[in-house]
T-cell receptor, first 111, second 114 residues
Framework: DAKTTQPPSMDCAEGRAANLPCNHS???????VYWYRQIHSQGPQYIIH???NNETNEMASLIITEDRKSSTLILPHATLRDTAVYYC????????????FGPGTSLSVIP | NAGVTQTPKFRILKIGQSMTLQCTQD?????MYWYRQDPGMGLKLIYY???????DKGEVPNGYNVSRSTTEDFPLRLELAAPSQTSVYFC?????????????FGPGTRLTVL
């Protein structure tokens, strides 16, 4: 599985867009980029995933560079409830794959 | 649907004791996973299962055992508890599908070994 690197922590002002970067320079052609978040003491929560096209859902947008070596998760209008640890994961969609989490980015949304 | 449920929520064990952490999902998911999360760290995969009767080791399987006799249940067994197993344990499941591939997590079991 390709490894990912994320900054350990970031701050964002409430109401502004939060842009969380992720590097995955060894990603393979059949590996997807997934984002999860974990609010304090809770189980991780799925946010979004993509292969090579940009994706958007009700929670966030995912921008993947053309060479697929990095991606950015965008929370368009961050709120205090978005304070959490955000995990970027790359994995294949095969029947015997497993999900490995790294240390993630701790995002603090500041009033 | 209740989703992924875990019991107990909290447990304190003495060194050398044994226990089973229970995990049940009612979404008919074929994949199930056990993770542990130490304070301030990411999740580490202990064991996973791709279907009833099939299990495999993750990153940190030592000291644990699993079984998967039904689609719904995936218990995690600690045979001889050690202080290094103090952690929060999360169970997760997902349905392998090219279009729907989101992993659902349980609320966690907080285990302390003294």
């Amino acid at each position: 599985d390709a490894k990912t690197t994320q900054p350990p922590s970031m701050d964002c002002a409430e109401g502004r867009a939060a842009n969380l970067p992720c590097n995955h320079s060894t990603i393979s052609g059949n590996e997807y980029v997934y984002w999860y978040r974990q609010i304090h003491s809770q189980g991780p929560q799925y946010i979004i995933h993509g292969l090579k096209n940009n994706e958007t859902n009700e929670m966030a947008s995912l921008i993947i560079t053309e060479d697929r070596k990095s991606s950015t998760l965008i929370l368009p209008h961050a709120t205090l409830r978005d304070t959490a640890v955000y995990y970027c994961i790359v994995r294949r969609k095969t029947s015997y794959d497993k999900v490995i989490f790294g240390p993630g980015t701790s995002l603090s949304v500041i009033p | 649907n209740a989703g992924v449920t875990q019991t107990p929520k909290f447990r304190i064990l003495k060194i050398g004791q044994s226990m089973t952490l229970q995990c049940t999902q009612d979404m008919n998911h074929n994949y199930m996973y056990w993770y542990r999360q130490d304070p301030g760290m990411g999740l580490k995969l202990i064991y996973y299962s791709v279907g009833a009767g099939i299990t495999d080791k993750g990153e940190v399987p030592n000291g644990y055992n699993v079984s998967r006799s039904t689609t719904e249940d995936f218990p995690l067994r600690l045979e001889l508890a050690a202080p290094s197993q103090t952690s929060v344990y999360f169970c997760a499941s997902n349905l392998w599908d090219l279009e729907l591939d989101t992993q659902y997590f349980g609320p966690g079991t907080r285990l302390t070994v003294l």
